[in-house]
Nanobody
Framework: QVQLVESGGGLVQSGGSLRLSCTASGRIFTRNAMGWYRQAPGKQRELVAAIQSSGGTNYADSVKDRFTISRDSGKNTVYLQMTSLKPEDTAVYYC???????????WGQGTQVTVSS
C-alpha cells in the first residue's frame, strides 16, 4: 500500500501562482510515476502532469508552459508549480502514484485550487 499526503491548494487571483506538494509513503518500488489530476465540477477527472521515476514528464496541452512538475525521489515527493493561473484551472487537484511493476494506482485525498477572476 502507498499513502499520499497533499498540500498547497488555496485561493489565488487570476495570473497568480501556487505550488502543490505530495509525499508518498509505504511500499514504494523503484519503477513508478507520480502526477497530478484535476476534476472540476461537472467534469471528468483529467491528467494535468505526470513524471516518471526516470524523470520523463508529460503535460496536458492546457497547462504547458504554465505548470511545471518535478520530483524529489529521495523524499518520494512530487511538486506542481503552477503559474499564470486562470479561472478555468479551478478544480480539485488529486495526487496520483502509479506502481508500474504492479499496475496499481493510488490517489491522494485531493486539494482545492480556486482561481478568482
Amino acid at each position: 500500500q502507498v499513502q499520499l499526503v497533499e498540500s498547497g491548494g488555496g485561493l489565488v487571483q487570476s495570473g497568480g501562482s501556487l505550488r502543490l506538494s505530495c509525499t508518498a509513503s509505504g511500499r514504494i518500488f523503484t519503477r513508478n510515476a507520480m502526477g497530478w489530476y484535476r476534476q472540476a465540477p461537472g467534469k471528468q477527472r483529467e491528467l494535468v502532469a505526470a513524471i516518471q521515476s526516470s524523470g520523463g514528464t508529460n503535460y496536458a496541452d492546457s497547462v504547458k508552459d504554465r505548470f511545471t512538475i518535478s520530483r524529489d525521489s529521495g523524499k518520494n515527493t512530487v511538486y506542481l508549480q503552477m503559474t499564470s493561473l486562470k479561472p478555468e484551472d479551478t478544480a480539485v487537484y488529486y495526487c496520483n502514484f502509479y506502481d508500474v511493476g504492479r499496475a496499481r494506482n493510488y490517489w491522494g485525498q485531493g486539494t482545492q485550487v480556486t482561481v478568482s477572476s
